[in-house]
């Protein structure tokens, strides 16, 4: 069970690559644009001449999207917790949307992400990877809304891995999207398709804790994947921040997406 990419799976055709995007102010950057709220005599944004919020020291660097791959469905819900009782380690996503070409934040996109569980399975897609769990389509899927300062809070789990993947997040950005009654959106225009990484050092430590432990599927790690080019932040590695003591405590990871708008 492998993405597109790595031609594990007959018959799926990668998503073509070709819009621009950029992920900027990574690293301790990011991390203030996601507290900066907390720092009252520390600003969040600076300004342009006509008072558009920008991120704070930021260097716009291009950056080349990643492979959708084989497990996106359409009509994912809007909502900021998309564990649905999963099992796993908590991971906390702060992730701030901006322009590449000017830094300007970009309240109201739409910041999608979909990823396995702990055992390597995908909803939609359960027993690829040789677990057998119920399936309701949706668990490990959906999306928020930016707020002013270009910020998606989205709860979820520590991803597992399943075969021929280091362990990754599928991320897309929309902007222009019109939500539904049902819970999901529609419309709007696509700006950017890419994957979040993490530092193999802190996958490690979680493969030892259950329910981790319990996937007996060989892991591919960040250097062995055939997707991550080993390009730090620019290439979607989040920085992440403990949220207690232990590994169990969970994680926040932080990461800004700069995207080209026409």
Request: hydrophobic share 35%.
């Amino acid at each position: 069970m492998t993405d597109s990419s790595s031609h594990g799976t007959a018959g799926v055709t990668p998503t073509p690559i070709g819009r621009r995007t950029v992920l900027i102010a990574t690293g301790t950057t990011a991390a203030v644009l996601a507290v900066g709220a907390a720092a009252p005599h520390t600003p969040a944004t600076a300004t342009t001449a006509d008072s558009t919020p920008v991120a704070p020291a930021a260097v716009c660097t291009l950056t080349k999207e990643m492979t959708e791959g084989p497990y996106y469905l359409d009509g994912a819900l809007v909502r900021a917790d998309v564990t649905e009782g999963k099992a796993g380690i908590p991971l906390k996503l702060a992730l701030t949307v901006v322009n590449d070409s000017t830094c300007a934040v970009i309240p109201s996109a739409l910041v999608e992400i979909w990823h396995c569980d702990a055992l390597g399975e995908y909803s939609g897609y359960v027993g690829n990877n040789g677990h057998s769990e119920p399936d309701d389509r949706t668990f490990l899927r959906g999306g928020v809304l930016t707020n002013s300062a270009g910020l998606a809070n989205i709860t979820t789990i520590y991803p597992g891995w399943y075969r021929g993947r280091c362990v990754h997040i599928h991320v897309k950005v929309h902007t222009g999207v019109t939500l539904t009654a049902d819970g999901s959106f529609t419309g709007g225009q696509e700006l950017h398709t890419g994957q979040l990484f993490i530092d193999e050092t802190i996958t490690a430590a979680v493969a030892k804790i259950s329910p981790y432990s319990t996937n007996t599927v060989t892991r591919t790690t960040l250097a062995q994947d055939s997707i991550y080019d080993d390009g730090g932040a620019a290439s979607g590695l989040m920085t992440l921040t403990a949220l207690g003591s232990s590994t169990s405590s969970g994680y926040t990871g932080t990461l800004t997406l700069g995207v080209q708008q026409s």
